[in-house]
């Protein structure tokens, strides 16, 4: 009862800090609250920059593993789409016949054991241990509460490729080349991982909130400040709708002149029975009733996109990001939806990973697959992909540009 009110209580909390960052609370509370997390801002943004320099000056050495590492990333925290883009760039890679390993830190997973964790020290004389192998490009070895969500995501949407969790990325990459022969490393969530040295840095900015109020953490949500943007190979521009933002394209070229930008959108593609095999088409969605739930960064537009497709949307429930459900909970919402006489309830991939695959729906369940679309740029794309495929040809002038 404690440990559960404990839980409670600071889920509380953090959403009453993401609404304070957010400019949604009001009050002398509020206002004493945002003065804490500015000061703390401040001293954060002094650990970033005094790290950065570390590294520019070679005081911290990167360590290079031998092989191409391609850095997926952002400068905020949560809600960019970063998972679809890293499928679309690691299976785009495989496709071409590179060896691809998805190096993970594996956010949110469960921890090892500490009685496990200490009997190993004790057996192996304090060797760390292994990398989580999520997958060996064969089969999916762990679930989404040992892996984490996106880890189990990608590993199960894209055979062929390996997937690795541990926040050492240097140690998982090299078991990648050693134990699997992997030519190719793509850092999910690498952007502030400085120990390995990106050749490619895929830089993702939500179109729809590129950069929030652009303080740092915790008043803001930036994780380094926009000015670092030239560190970007390429700014992936996401959830676009296709109309250009001439103020934000302006922002991006004066810290980072030259770079490409790509635009992107998130396209729904089908819904999926969740622990069941029936698909179907989306126009399934038109003029049903429908419930949704949701425990991700931004639930407007998952929301957005079953409204666009004809969804009578009557209920919904948000969590906080990456939550995991209960099962008490799990009947809650579909007694409500029952009660409101839904046809059946939607929920996104990356929360439907987090349901016991033994539980049983009164209702329907599906989640809503979607999947990367380039609007503008995707020659840009190709070269990305073609620089790392083909080095020699990209050397040589061999790939044209062509827009």
């Known amino acids: 009862m404690l440990l559960s009110g404990l839980k409670k209580g600071l889920q509380i909390f953090e959403q009453y800090t993401i609404d304070v960052i957010f400019e949604r609370r009001g009050g002398k509370r509020a206002t004493l609250y945002k003065g804490f997390l500015f000061t703390n801002s401040l001293l954060f943004s002094g650990i970033v920059q005094l790290r950065l320099w570390l590294y520019r000056q070679r005081i911290l050495h990167d360590q290079p593993l031998g092989c191409l590492v391609v850095v997926v990333g952002n400068l905020t925290v949560g809600g960019t789409g970063k998972t679809p883009v890293v499928e679309k760039f690691a299976r785009s890679l495989a496709e071409r016949g590179r060896k691809v390993a998805i190096l993970s830190r594996g956010y949110k997973s469960r921890a090892e054991p500490l009685h496990r964790r200490l009997w190993r020290t004790i057996v ?41 969790v541990d926040k050492n990325r240097v140690k998982s990459g090299s078991y990648a080349i050693k134990h699997f022969g ?46 670092h943007l030239k560190r970007a190979s390429y700014v992936f521009l996401t959830k676009s709708d296709g109309t250009r933002d001439p103020e934000l394209e ?27 095999t029936l698909r179907r088409d989306l126009d399934y969605l038109r003029g049903r009733r429908v419930g949704a739930f949701s425990g991700i960064a931004a639930p407007d537009s998952f929301e957005a996109f079953l409204r666009d497709f004809g969804a009578q ?69 190709e070269e990305a992909v073609s620089r790392i495929c083909f080095p020699e040809q990209m050397s040589n002038g061999g790939v044209a540009r062509t827009g």
């Open 124 to 164: 192996t004389g304090g060797k760390p241990p292994p990398p989580r192998i999520v997958s060996n490009g064969k089969e999916v070895l762990l679930d989404s509460d040992q892996a984490g969500d996106e880890p189990y995501m990608l590993a199960r949407n894209l055979p062929g490729v390996i997937v690795l």
């Open 182 to 227: 992997c030519d190719t490393l793509v850092l999910d969530d690498g952007f502030q991982y400085l120990p390995l040295k990106g050749r490619l840095n895929l830089l993702l900015v939500d179109k729809t909130n590129p950069f929030g109020n652009r303080r740092l953490l915790p008043r803001g949500i930036m994780r380094e400040p926009v000015k």
């Open 250 to 276: 302006a922002l991006i070229r004066r810290h980072h002149p030259t770079v490409d930008i790509i635009e992107c959108a998130h396209r729904p593609q089908y819904l999926q029975e969740v622990n069941g």
């Open 313 to 381: 949307l009557l209920y919904t429930r948000r969590f906080l990001d990456h939550y995991r459900f209960t099962v008490k909970e799990l009947d809650h919402i579909f007694e409500r939806a029952q009660d409101a006489r839904l046809d059946f309830l939607v929920t996104t991939e990356k929360d439907a990973v987090r349901i016991d695959s033994g539980h049983q729906f009164p209702i329907p369940l599906y989640y809503l697959r979607l999947e990367i679309d380039i609007l503008n740029g995707v020659a840009d794309f």
